[in-house]
Structures are given as C-alpha cells and as structure tokens.
C-alpha cells in the first residue's frame, strides 16, 4: 500500500511541474490548478460492523476549479480485523470522488466542506459496498502554497445506511504556478508642452512655452500670494500681503495733516520758548512723511505802514523756517516762507485781543497715507 502511495504521489507530482496553471492577467498566482493532499485518518467502523477501527496513510488529489470550488479522488487502504468468522484479517480499500467547497479564496485559511460518493472494496472477499461521503474541515496556510488540511467525514454505507466516521489530517499542495516574467517593454517619455515634466505626470499638459513649473507641470506661485506667476503683475509681494487678482498689493489711503499758528509780541519776530513745542511737532510730522512740504505763511496786525507790516511779516515767517531748519534738521528746500502783511486779518484790528490774533505766524499740512495691506 505505502508503495503505491508513493508511486501515485511522484507521477502526479511530476506531471504537474511540467503543466501549466491558469494566471492572472497581472502574473500573480492563479487560484486554479492541481492539488495533492498526503496525510493519515482513522476509520471508526459503525458498531454492527463488528470491525476493529485502524488508521493509515491517505492519498488525495484533485484540481482547484476557482477560488472557491474543487473536484477531486481520496484513496486509503485499511488493514482491519474482524470480531467474528473466526476473527479473519482484510483490506478495505476506499475511494471516493468528492468536491469541496471553500468558503474563502485559495491561498488563504478557510473553512470547508465536502460532499461525494465511492466504494468499499473488501479483500480476499471481493464485494463492494457503495457509500455517500460528507464533512467538513478547516484549511490552515503554512506556506506559499503549503497548508494544513484537517477534517472530519461520516461515510454512510448506501444499502444499510451504517455509517463510518473518519477524522483526519494531511499536508495539501496547490501547484499553482507564476508565469515567466513578460520583457520589460521600454517606454518612450514625452513632455509635449516642454515644460520639463514627462506627460505621464504632469497634471497641466498644456503651460504654455517659458512658464516656470512645479513638479506637477502646472504654474507656480513663486511669492505663494494665490496668484500664479502667468498672471502675477508683482511677483515678489512679501509673504502675508493680502493682493488684489493681479497679485499686487492692497493699498489703503488715509489723509492726515497738521497745524501751525504761532502768535507773536506787537512789532516783534522773535519766537516765544512756549511755542517750542508745537513746532517740535510739525518738524517731527515732516520728517515722518519726507514727502511732505510747507508754506509758512507770515501775519501782522494793522499798526504801522502797510509797507513795513509786509516786511515784518517776512521776517515771522523766516524766523519759524530758521528754526524748523536749525533746530530739527529739516530740509529748508522743503519749507516756502511767505509774508503776508496785513492782508489776512482772523480778527478785528480794532480790538486789543484782535490785534494779538492777528500777529501770527500759520501753516498746515496735509499728505495722503498709502499703507499696504
């Protein structure tokens, strides 16, 4: 029997290194192809049988029709002993034709179960006995194509309905086979924009000629203001500027401006210490907005000849921008000194108090404010 078995196993081992299973089509195992399953069981003989339960090897092969189903032979040979008839030795030989149903693909562990029928054959007493196979089993994977294959059958017997019991287990190989790997087919890379990146990757294949691109092929946004660089119109806004949709600056403007009025004593162009400070502050505005410039416009009351009030004035006027000049460090190109006698009265000249408004040197600035956003 052992002899036969090994026999069997090497012819089919053989025949099927040379066959050729079914592959995918992208060269990954196919879950079609021959199996062969060596292993052990141990037949418990129905009590009326009077039978003395055994083991021994079992052979099985059979082909794996899909992922999920399989056709296939078992064959043992079982030396028993009867308790009767002078209690006399004999073989049984069993086969049976089964098919198995998995309920997960080939390849991986699975539950199983088997359905089939064969035949008893008893020796030196050449009678058969027909059977129905059925059970159930699991299918642990060792390796690659290697599992573990472990189960129970029940083999009732057809003209009595006595029933064997057969627990078992065997080592099953699948020869499924990779195919030869194909030649490596040599692709020809083109970028038809001419952009620098091969069509096969570039997600914008139409940038126009000269565009400086990301590794995606699509226009860059170099200064990361949301703008691409095909239609920035400032490229290097700083990072955080907010941008109007020609990717330029936001500009906001504000006006702001200042006052000057500073009164002087009756026929009289020196400045008075408590005027210090308000002139600090026009000089410091100016050097603020260096764009700035002013008219220092020179006043006098309606004491005096017309004539010597215009030149009074004069020296009013001259005498702020001197000290605007000296004191602050102003540009006196910036700064327009203009007497205006006694022709621009703010008050009556008929009063006191009108008069010592009217002695007075003015000016005001005014500039725009462009602040970015």
Request: net charge negative; proline share 3%; hydrophobic share 35%.
């Amino acid at each position: 029997m052992k002899k036969l078995l090994m026999l069997t196993l090497m012819v089919f081992c053989a025949i099927s290194m040379t066959s050729h299973s079914e592959t995918t089509n992208d060269g990954t195992q196919s879950n079609t192809g021959p199996l062969a399953t060596l292993g052990f069981n141990w037949i418990n003989f129905d009590n009326d049988r009077l039978l003395e339960d055994k083991g021994d090897a079992f052979l099985g092969l059979g082909y794996q029709l899909n992922n999920h189903w399989a056709l296939g032979i078992e064959y043992t040979d079982i030396d028993t002993h009867r308790d009767w008839l002078n209690g006399s030795d004999f073989d049984i030989n069993l086969w049976s034709l089964n098919t198995t149903y998995r309920y997960q693909q080939r390849g991986e562990d699975s539950f199983f179960w088997k359905a089939g029928f064969g035949k008893y054959s008893k020796v030196p007493y050449n009678s058969n006995d027909e059977m129905l196979r059925l059970g159930a089993g699991y299918d642990f994977i060792l390796k690659n194509n290697l599992s573990l294959t472990v189960g129970a059958d029940a083999l009732v017997r057809r003209k009595d309905s006595r029933t064997d019991f057969v627990p078992y287990a065997g080592l099953t190989y699948f020869f499924a086979q990779k195919p030869p790997k194909a030649p490596a087919v040599k692709v020809v890379k083109k970028d038809s924009d001419n952009d620098g990146i091969y069509d096969q990757s570039d997600e914008c294949p139409n940038t126009k000629a000269g565009i400086a691109v990301d590794a995606k092929g699509c226009d860059i946004d170099l200064d990361k203001d949301g703008v691409n660089n095909t239609i920035d119109k400032c490229p290097d806004t700083p990072r955080g500027a907010k941008v109007d949709a020609t990717g330029c600056r936001i500009i906001l403007t504000k006006d702001v401006s200042i006052k000057l009025n500073v009164k002087f004593a009756n026929n009289s162009a020196e400045i008075q210490d408590e005027y210090a400070s308000e002139i600090r502050q026009v000089a410091d505005f100016m050097l603020q907005y260096p764009d700035t410039n002013v008219v220092i416009e020179g006043h006098t009351d309606s004491d005096g000849s017309a004539k010597y009030n215009q030149q009074l004035s004069q020296k009013r006027a001259d005498s702020v921008m001197l000290y605007l000049v000296e004191k602050f460090n102003v540009d006196q190109n910036r700064i327009k000194a203009l007497g205006k006698g006694e022709s621009a009265p703010v008050a009556d000249n008929n009063t006191r108090e009108g008069k010592a408004l009217n002695r007075r040197v003015q000016a005001e600035i005014t500039t725009t404010v462009r602040k970015p956003q």
